[in-house]
C-alpha cells in the first residue's frame, strides 16, 4: 500500500526566509507524487509534479522539490517566504489501486505554513 | 466564471435530513471526483466517476451516493445526514488524456449536520 507522511503539521516562518516542508512517501511502485496548496476558504491547486523525469521539479510561485529515492523523500523548498505563501499544503502520492491510468491519489494531511512579517 | 462550480458553498441541516451537494464543470473531463476534507486528516476520497457510465466507491462511500448526470455534473448525496458527516467537500475533475495529470478542484461545500 502506497502511503504518504507530512512531518509537521505546522511551520512558521518570517517573511524573506526559506521554507521547507517535508514529505515522506511509502510505494510499492514507481510512485508519482505532487504538491497542492490550499488557501482559506479555496479549493486545492497544484504546485507541482513528479512523474519520473527530472528528480529536481520546479513549480509556481518559485516553489521547488526534490525527489529522493533513497531517503523515500519529496520536500517542498522555497528560497524566500512572502506574505501570500501562508496556506495549506498538501504531499500526494498516487495510487493505482483503483484502476486506470491515473489510480487515485494518496493526500497527506497536510502542513499549515504560516509567514511572519 | 470557475472552471469548477460547487453549489451550495455553505449548508447547515440536521439530522436525518437529505442533503444534495451539486458539482459543474467546464473543462471537458471525463473524470470527476468527491473527497471531503476534515481538519488535520487531508482528503479522503468519497466516489469518483471516469465517465457518465462508470461509478466507482472511494475509500468512505458509505452513508453518501452520487449522481453522474452528464459529463459536466455529479452530485454527491447524504440520504440520512449524521454529525459526524460535518466536513468541507471537493469535488475535482481530471483529464483522461494526461497520465497521472492534475485535479482541478472546486471552492468546497461546506456541510455542517446539527
Known amino acids: 500500500a502506497q502511503s504518504v507522511t507530512q512531518l509537521d503539521s505546522h511551520v512558521s516562518v518570517s517573511e524573506g526566509t526559506p521554507v521547507l516542508l517535508r514529505c515522506n512517501y511509502s510505494?510499492?511502485?514507481?510512485?508519482?507524487l505532487f504538491w497542492y496548496v490550499q488557501h482559506p476558504n479555496k479549493g486545492l491547486q497544484l504546485l507541482l509534479k513528479?512523474?519520473?523525469?527530472?528528480?529536481l521539479v520546479k513549480g509556481i510561485n518559485g516553489f521547488e522539490a526534490e525527489f529522493k529515492k533513497s531517503e523515500t523523500s519529496f520536500h517542498l523548498t522555497k528560497p524566500s517566504a512572502h506574505m501570500s505563501d501562508a496556506a495549506e499544503y498538501f504531499c500526494?502520492?498516487?495510487?493505482?489501486?483503483?484502476?486506470?491510468?491515473?489510480?487515485?491519489?494518496?493526500f497527506g494531511k497536510g502542513t499549515k505554513l504560516s509567514v511572519k512579517p | 466564471d470557475a472552471d469548477v462550480t460547487q453549489t451550495p458553498r455553505n449548508r447547515i441541516t440536521k439530522t436525518g435530513k437529505r442533503i444534495m451537494l451539486e458539482c459543474s464543470q467546464t473543462k471537458g473531463h471525463d473524470r470527476m471526483y468527491w473527497y471531503r476534507q476534515d481538519p488535520g486528516l487531508g482528503l479522503q476520497l468519497i466516489y469518483y466517476?471516469?465517465?457518465?457510465?462508470?461509478?466507482n466507491k472511494g475509500e468512505i462511500s458509505d452513508g453518501y451516493s452520487v449522481s453522474r448526470q452528464a459529463q459536466a455534473k455529479f452530485s454527491l448525496s447524504l440520504e440520512s445526514a449524521i454529525p459526524n458527516q460535518t466536513a468541507l467537500y471537493f469535488c475535482?475533475?481530471?483529464?483522461?488524456?494526461?497520465?497521472?495529470?492534475?485535479?482541478?478542484f472546486g471552492e468546497g461545500s461546506r456541510l455542517t449536520v446539527l
Open positions: 500526494v502520492v498516487s495510487d493505482r489501486k483503483y484502476g486506470g491510468s491515473q489510480g487515485n491519489l494518496i
Open positions: 513528479y512523474t519520473s523525469a527530472a528528480t
Open positions: 475535482a475533475t481530471s483529464d483522461n488524456r494526461v497520465k497521472t495529470g492534475e485535479l482541478f
Open positions: 510505494s510499492s511502485y514507481s510512485p508519482s
Open positions: 466517476s471516469f465517465d457518465v457510465k462508470d461509478i
